[in-house]
Every structure is written in C-alpha cells, then in structure tokens.
C-alpha cells in the first residue's frame, strides 16, 4: 500500500491554480530506504518490508541496493511516456481520419478548429483595445477571454522557425502534452507505483471522451504541463519552482485555481510539519496565485473596466458562476427526456466523473492531488458555460482517473491490456465524432 495519510449552442467556439513530525506526503528521498515498487505501490510503514512509522527516513547518499532497484524504472519511465503518446497520438488522428468526410476539412484543419483559431488570431493579431460591441451597442464576446501563455509561445515558435502559425500552434500542444505526459507518470510514481502511474497517463491521454483535445491547439496541454508541474515540484518540496509553475498556470487558463489552492493545502501541511513559518512554502504560494488576478487587472486596464473579463465571458459564451444550477437543469432535462446521443453521454459521463471523484478520496492518497482534481471539477460544473464543452474543460483533472487507475493495477495484464485498448479506442471515437460530426464548438 501506498503511505497512509496520518442545450446546443450558438456555432461559435467556447472560452475558455529539534526534529521534524512525520508527514503523510513527504516526498521520496534521492535514495529512499522503502523505493516504491515497479509492481505495486510501497510497503505498508511498519512492516516487515518497511521501517518503522515513528521513524522519520531520510536521504541515503550511498549508491545502495535502493538506488540500484529504483534506476530501471526510472529510465523506463521516459521510453514509457514517448510509447504512450505515440500510441495514443496515432489511435486519435486514426480515428478522426476515419470519421472525416471525404473532400471535407483535413485532419488538420479539424485540430486547428474552434477556441484554435481564436488562439491564432491572438497570435498573429494580439489582443484588441478593449470590450467590443454589437450594432445595438451591448457588449460581445472577443479574444479577451483566452489567457496569453499559449499564444505567446506558439507566437515565440514560430517567429523562430518560420513555421507557419497553425503548425506552430500543434508544435506546442504536442510537445507540451509529452511534458505533461512526463510530468504526470512522475507524480503518480511518486504517490503510488510503477504500474499505477503508466496506467494514469494511457487513461489520461487515450481513453478520456476529449483527450483528442490535448493534440489540438488549445492551451489543454500546457496547462496540464504546468499544473502537474506545479504539483510534482510541491510533492518535492521545492516551494518557489511549484509557485513559479503555479503562476504560469494561471497566465493559461483560469481553472488554475485549483493549482493554487492544492499548493495552499500543500503549503500547510509543511508549515504544520516544520512546527512554524517558513520563508519558501508562504512565497512560493503567493507567487502562484498571482497569475489569474494579474490577467484579470490587466484587462481590466486594457479596457477601461475593471469586470471586463466577466463582462466577456457572459456576453460571448454565456459563462458566469451559478453555483451549478445549469448543470443541474442540464442532468436533470437530459435524463428525463434527453434523446441526443451528445447530451446524454455528456451527462453520464459527468454523473461518472462526479463518483469517481468522490472514490478518489481515501487516506492514503496524495491531499493536494485532491484538492486540484475536485476543485477542477466544482469550478466547470459551477458554471454556466456550454454543457457540450465541460467534457473538454475536465481533461486534465487527473483526479477522477486514479481509482480505476488504481483498480487496473491490480488486474491481469491481459486485462489491463485489453481494457486500456477498448477504453482508447473508445476515447478517440468520441472525441472524433465532437469533432467531425457535432455541429457546436466543443
């Protein structure tokens, strides 16, 4: 066991944190006495296997038969990622091939649609003046709404390459999603094992109904990059690279506070194990959660007004925060006389999420994993944005992944194989189908 814890809408794109105590969390030493098994999460502390739980396990600075066990799987880890993503990467762009209509929109035509072609425009044009409005004067939705950190870098790409925009833009959504991939199989091998973490990231990047999103050029995967990022550096306890990362999260989207208040829960938890104040975890928190506000203000300024970016948000997409009312209504209307296949897998899948979620939440798991998944999911269902784009907004979650993650772990290897095979196939069939068939922005 791992360580104990002690309504279609309008065609138009959507928008888019003396001695120590033990800890729960406390991060893997460089040469730990306890390494976490390629097969299986770490021996239970205080077992015949472990060391004792009052005993506190520190760096070891010898090239032990820890070190040695712990080295194979972590050269694995990157051929294991790079044959994750390939596999997944070519099972998306096989299935939007196939569902594409002959001497209609290309493949890549289909990855550069909707909140991507915004995203260029920011990109070659920058952003406008201000708020923008309709001929009867009222205010409309514009570029405004989309934070800068993914068109600065596909504007920093190919100004430097000389490739063309939209490439440009693919560049730095693949690459950033082979980080996040990276990333994310580092944190998940850390909190629990080997197997459970390779697993994660086949879910993450395969089997997800819009995982097909990550490969588009939407800011999904640099957001995820950053958060898991942010996460694994807290898990390391290196406060100012897990604020800095946290920061730039918030410069990607909005949903970054959930990057902010799990390293806030993180935070606490090292000053209450630390017995009082330290300079590092208070400053690398409040370094992070200055991203979004920062964004916000300057539109504000941009525009003259300081709600702008609200005014925005509800005047082209119809976002404002309801408590989730309209996806109560939504679940409600759907499943009592929904008959689109569109709305009706969205809601279920939703309803799953929302329990899978909920399952994630035991003693032994990671609080800050917690705290960022189930915030990420309270901030899209909140809102009363596009049912049909909340799928999309939830992909990098994590959170509601680790329990069948987890559970896989267990299985067979045939049975893990042919489930993360169906589950894939199944992922890209769908996001395929919101891409090619779907009439609304996903």
């Known amino acids: 066991?791992?360580?104990?814890?002690?309504?279609?809408?309008?065609?138009?794109?959507?928008?888019?944190?003396?001695?120590?105590?033990?800890?729960?969390y406390e991060a893997n030493p460089p040469y730990e006495a306890n390494p976490p098994r390629e097969d299986g999460p770490a021996h239970e502390p205080g077992?015949?296997?472990?060391?004792?739980?009052?005993?506190?396990?520190?760096?070891?600075?010898?090239?032990?038969?820890?070190?040695?066990?712990?080295?194979?799987?972590?050269?694995?880890?990157?051929?294991?990622?790079?044959?994750?993503?390939?596999?997944?990467?070519?099972?998306?762009?096989l299935a939007l091939g196939l569902l594409s209509t002959p001497g209609g929109a290309g493949i890549k035509d289909r990855l550069l649609?909707?909140?991507?072609?915004?995203?260029?425009?920011?990109?070659?044009?920058?952003?406008?003046?201000?708020?923008?409005?309709?001929?009867?004067?009222?205010?409309?939705?514009?570029?405004?709404?989309?934070?800068?950190v993914f068109p600065l870098l596909t504007?920093?790409?190919?100004?430097?390459?000389?490739?063309?925009?939209?490439?440009?833009?693919?560049?730095?959504?693949?690459?950033?999603?082979?980080?996040?991939?990276?990333?994310?199989?580092?944190?998940?091998?850390?909190?629990?094992?080997?197997?459970?973490?390779?697993?994660?990231?086949?879910?993450?990047?395969?089997?997800?109904?819009?995982?097909?999103?990550?490969?588009?050029?939407?800011?999904?995967?640099?957001?995820?990059?950053?958060?898991?990022?942010?996460?694994?550096a807290a898990h390391h306890r290196a406060w100012l690279l897990a604020g800095v990362l946290a920061l730039l999260t918030g410069l990607t989207r909005p949903a970054a506070l959930a990057v902010v208040v799990a390293l806030g829960v993180a935070v606490l938890v090292e000053l209450w194990r630390a017995g009082g104040p330290r300079w590092r975890?208070?400053?690398?928190?409040?370094?992070?959660?200055?991203?979004?506000?920062?964004?916000?203000?300057?539109?504000?300024?941009?525009?003259?007004q300081y709600d702008?970016?609200?005014?925005?948000?509800?005047?082209?997409?119809?976002?404002?925060?309801?408590?989730?009312?309209?996806?109560?209504?939504?679940?409600?209307?759907?499943?009592?006389?929904?008959?689109?296949?569109?709305?009706?897998?969205?809601?279920?899948?939703?309803?799953?999420?929302?329990?899978?979620t909920a399952v994630a939440w035991r003693r032994d798991a990671w609080p800050p994993l917690l705290v960022y998944g189930t915030v990420m999911l309270l901030v899209t269902l909140g809102q009363s944005n596009y049912y049909h784009s909340k799928l999309r907004l939830l992909i990098p979650a994590l959170i509601f992944l680790v329990p069948l993650a987890r559970g896989l772990a267990k299985a067979h290897p045939r049975t893990v194989v042919i489930s993360l095979a169906a589950a894939t196939v199944f992922g890209s069939w769908y996001g395929a189908h919101m891409l090619t068939t779907w009439r609304y922005a996903i």
Do not use: K
Request: neutral net charge; proline residues 7%.
């Open 47 to 93: 077992s015949a296997h472990g060391p004792s739980p009052d005993r506190e396990t520190g760096p070891r600075h010898d090239a032990g038969p820890a070190h040695r066990r712990q080295t194979p799987a972590r050269r694995r880890g990157p051929r294991t990622v790079l044959a994750v993503y390939g596999i997944t990467t070519a099972v998306h762009l």
């Open 281 to 304: 975890p208070i400053a690398g928190l409040v370094l992070g959660a200055l991203g979004t506000p920062a964004y916000l203000v300057w539109v504000g300024v941009r525009s003259g």
């Open 308 to 356: 702008a970016y609200f005014v925005i948000q509800q005047a082209g997409w119809g976002t404002s925060w309801d408590n989730g009312a309209a996806f109560a209504d939504f679940v409600r209307e759907t499943l009592l006389r929904g008959d689109g296949w569109v709305p009706v897998s969205t809601a279920v899948l939703l309803l799953a999420i929302i329990c899978a």
């Open 155 to 232: 504007r920093g790409l190919y100004r430097v390459t000389g490739l063309e925009p939209g490439t440009a833009a693919l560049v730095v959504a693949h690459l950033s999603l082979l980080v996040a991939l990276l990333l994310v199989h580092r944190l998940l091998e850390r909190i629990f094992d080997t197997r459970t973490a390779t697993i994660g990231i086949v879910l993450l990047a395969g089997a997800q109904p819009m995982a097909v999103t990550f490969l588009m050029g939407y800011a999904e995967s640099t957001f995820l990059a950053l958060a898991a990022g942010s996460l694994l």
């Open 1 to 24: 066991m791992a360580r104990q814890w002690g309504e279609a809408a309008p065609v138009r794109p959507g928008a888019e944190g003396t001695a120590r105590p033990a800890v729960p």
């Open 113 to 148: 649609a909707w909140d991507a072609l915004l995203y260029l425009s920011i990109t070659t044009e920058g952003y406008p003046d201000g708020l923008t409005y309709d001929d009867s004067g009222r205010p409309t939705g514009n570029n405004l709404a989309f934070f800068p």
